[in-house]
């Protein structure tokens, strides 16, 4: 089994995956996207939302490029990676709105940011453009996963420190104080930093020379 | 919404600083605050830009969308009069004022894609605010960023020179931690004034 699943790390298909989620984690080893991710971070259910928005955008957007490829003139690709990316968004911006309005409502302008987010261009540019169809779906959609999990994880952690609560259930015993800073901007840029820290010392990457 | 514009252009700047409280706007943070000349840089292009977007899409958006009752093709719109006008900006510079368009040319492309220039469009429409407040919130929020991107930057140069940080930490992960400690500071002013 173990084997088996070696093996398949070797294929095209198993190399995309793990790339999206694990060695080039949008969030935590290329710290892209980051602008949406830490606003909007402080409730497990905005971070769900918001990974499944990102991960909808980033597939579809890749798949298009990538089935239009041929046809996009160079100099005006990044305009049609946004217009496409931003179509796609308002289909998710009005599914937040129909079907979820508070989620809606607290997230507020974070959801249309979803077409500047890098990680839709990024995966357009570095991936899509040059590959079929099928890869760019799945690229996309291992990317999306990655970004969703690293949300899910940091929401976890502020919410449970901020609130107490994990999807508005109470985890945290009552006698707990609520580390409220943690719900804003520094709790939200000392918690990714630390997570870096942490995790770059383990896996000893070095960081980028520039 | 009847709160004084020149209040909205202070908010603007100090307790609700687009970088540091809203987190807006981060990847340049990270990317380009290794030097405070090209910080600045940077940070003059994004007060220029934002200005001259919000003058354009305010009009788009109240004068064209709503009474056309298309408000959802708001993001389409926005992206691409953002793109036009940061593309004719640049074409601008290049006929006119060639030395400008030296110093702060690089950086045009790059706004393009900062979420800030869509992010105070989108609040722009969110909050309601008429013509004279959607421009003093522009001006506040990309002063406010360009004061933020400054003050890192030249935090970033004196550290490069004399700090001893740890191996995990360098790159990207120390400068986030001078910007949650910076955003602590900046929550000192939050007791100011509200705009919400």
Redesign the interface.
Known sequence: MVKKLEKLSYTRVGRIIINGLWRDNPIFCM??????S??ITNRVENAIAMGLGVTFATVFTSGIISAIRNFIPGRVR??TY??IA??L??CV??FLKAFFPVISEAM??YV??I????IV?GRAEAFAIKNPVGYSLLDGLSCGMGYSYALIVMSIIRETLAFGTILRIRVMPEIWTNWV?MA???????L??SY??????LAHIE??K? | MDIHPLMILIAAILPHNIA????????PL?AIS?NLKSAFGMGISVIFVVTLTVVINWPIYYLILVPTNSE??A??IF??TI?ASVQLLEMLLEKFFPPLQSAFGIFLPLI????IV??IS??MV?RQYDFIRTLCFALGSSIGWSLAIVILAAINEKLALVSDI?????????I??I???L??AF?GFGGMMKIQ
């Open positions: 710290v892209l996207g980051i602008c949406s830490l606003a990044m305009i946004m217009v931003s179509t968004v308002i911006d009005q507020g302008p249309g940011l077409i500047t987010n890098c261009m800073v804003m901007a520094p709790g939200a840029f000392i990714l930093a870096l820290w942490i995790m770059r010392t960081p980028e520039k | 540091l409280t809203y987190i807006l706007g981060m990847c990270i290794k959802i093709l993001f389409v992206i691409i793109a393009t894609v900062n979420c869509l992010a989108l609040f969110l740890p191996k995990g930490l360098k790159g990207p992960a120390i986030l931690i910007l949650g400690i955003s602590l929550m």
